[in-house]
């Protein structure tokens, strides 16, 4: 859904604000609502190549089809451009979450063995981390590329038939290379009740907490450092300094640290707890004296990225342990529905940092473009949004961590996933 931004609709599009807003907020209401039936729907798919696969061959095709036709500039009437950029919206954002849902779901159901789903994780976190910042550094050279070197007039369209050739490719090779042994099939009723029969599980709520957690403190490093170094620390000239620490911070993250700290602690949840424990003692002394030198600044937010970054690749471990802990309660597959609740978490959690950064900044005073003159409201706000959020995200994880119930059972799944390996 980053793809299309506010920008290029009003000042590209010529969109106005009012239509541009409309479609974002129905793309948007639209997208909370298709996870959950997405997930429901992969889990009730039946074919002769399983449940989640086959969605593997085809999804990457319809996003690669929305996603460069998202860039597309047709030449319609006011309202057929509204309707044409509305409806290519809300197809890139079902298209993600078609093969979102699967992808999450097919690691459960292809293996049973806690060590090889981590070895995965990790390395798919790796790999995302690589090329999100791949992507974020040298998107303007790549443009460039297609459009100066290569004549095309929009560069941003063979950009995305060259990526999504690589999604495709990748997609299929999964589809060759998974298979999906650990299935357990549940009762037929209704898709309300798919899902109610997950969320009566009061205990998998402290996962729920921490998908949506994760997503804001994860969400609040990336989008309030620019106002951080911008107001807070008034040097603008900082900025691209400043987030690529954040950015060599979360890939050291996800490439060293998190497979090292996996190796030591065993499982996700002790990771994560870890990782939080470092990671609010060091954003407690930003918060306290980041703003006061810069060298202390940069190499703690560095240590503090290494450690806090991992979290969005460990929560991707708990939706194996809520798929496990679901099998062993009502003897029922449900990583589909499981795979949309945790997606649909994830959103709220980053709606609620889009919305609650410009909602504080808005009550705290907050002036635009006001470099050291911004009131000492807005300056605290700021520093709070930087450091103090993370950290109180971070103490509620940890009591969630506390009450997750796959400590509580470990030992009656271990045995149940000893007998399904057995069978399979």
């Not at 047709?74 to 509204?82: D, E, H, M, T, Y």
């Amino acid at each position: 859904m980053g793809i299309l931004r506010t920008a290029i609709l009003t000042d590209e599009l010529m969109i106005s604000a009012g239509a541009a807003s409309l479609i974002m907020l129905i793309a948007t209401v639209w997208d909370a609502i298709n996870d959950p039936l997405m997930g429901v729907i992969a889990d009730r798919t039946h074919t002769r190549f399983g449940r989640y696969r086959p969605y593997f061959l085809f999804s990457p095709v319809l996003l690669t089809l929305f996603a460069t036709l998202m860039w597309a500039k047709p030449n319609f009437s006011p309202n057929g451009l509204f309707a044409w950029v509305l409806i290519m919206y809300i197809g890139y954002g079902m298209t993600v979450t078609m093969y979102t849902m699967p992808r999450y779901s097919i690691l459960p159901a292809h293996v049973k063995s806690q060590e090889a789903r981590n070895r995965v994780v990790m390395f798919s976190t790796a790999i995302v981390s690589i090329v999100y910042s791949i992507g974020s550094t040298f998107k303007v050279q790549m443009v460039a590329f297609f459009t100066d070197t290569l004549g095309f007039e929009n560069g941003y369209i063979p950009l995305m038939l060259v990526c999504g050739i690589l999604a495709c490719v990748c997609f299929w090779g999964l589809f060759a290379t998974s298979k999906e042994r650990y299935i357990v099939e549940s009762k037929k009723r209704p898709a309300f009740q798919e899902i109610g029969s997950v969320l009566k599980h009061f205990e998998l709520y402290p996962f729920i907490a921490v998908w949506f957690l994760a997503s804001i403190s994860y969400g609040m490093m990336f989008s309030t450092s620019v106002y951080y170094i911008m107001y807070y620390i008034a040097r603008p000239d900082l900025i691209s300094l400043y987030m690529g620490t954040v950015s060599v911070g979360t890939m050291v993250s996800m490439i060293v640290l998190m497979p090292l700290c996996l190796k030591i602690f065993k499982t996700g949840q002790k990771v994560l707890a870890f990782s939080q424990i470092v990671s609010i003692i060091l954003y407690v002394i930003l918060f306290i004296f980041g703003g006061k030198n810069l060298m202390v600044l940069y190499v703690l937010t560095f240590i503090a990225t290494s450690f806090s970054g991992m979290q969005n690749g460990l929560v991707d471990i708990f939706v194996n342990d809520a798929v496990d802990f679901i099998q062993f309660k009502d003897g029922a597959s449900a990583n589909g529905v499981i795979s949309s609740i945790k997606g649909f978490s994830q959103k709220c959690g980053n709606t609620v940092t889009k919305a609650g950064i410009l909602f504080a900044l808005g009550i705290a005073g907050y002036v635009a473009n006001a470099v050291g003159n911004q009131p000492e409201s807005a300056m605290f706000m700021i520093n709070f949004l930087r450091f103090g959020i993370p950290v109180v995200a971070a103490a509620i994880m940890l009591v969630c961590i506390r009450f997750n119930p796959i400590e509580k059972y470990a030992d009656e799944i271990a045995e149940m996933k000893r007998n399904m390996e057995t069978k399979a």
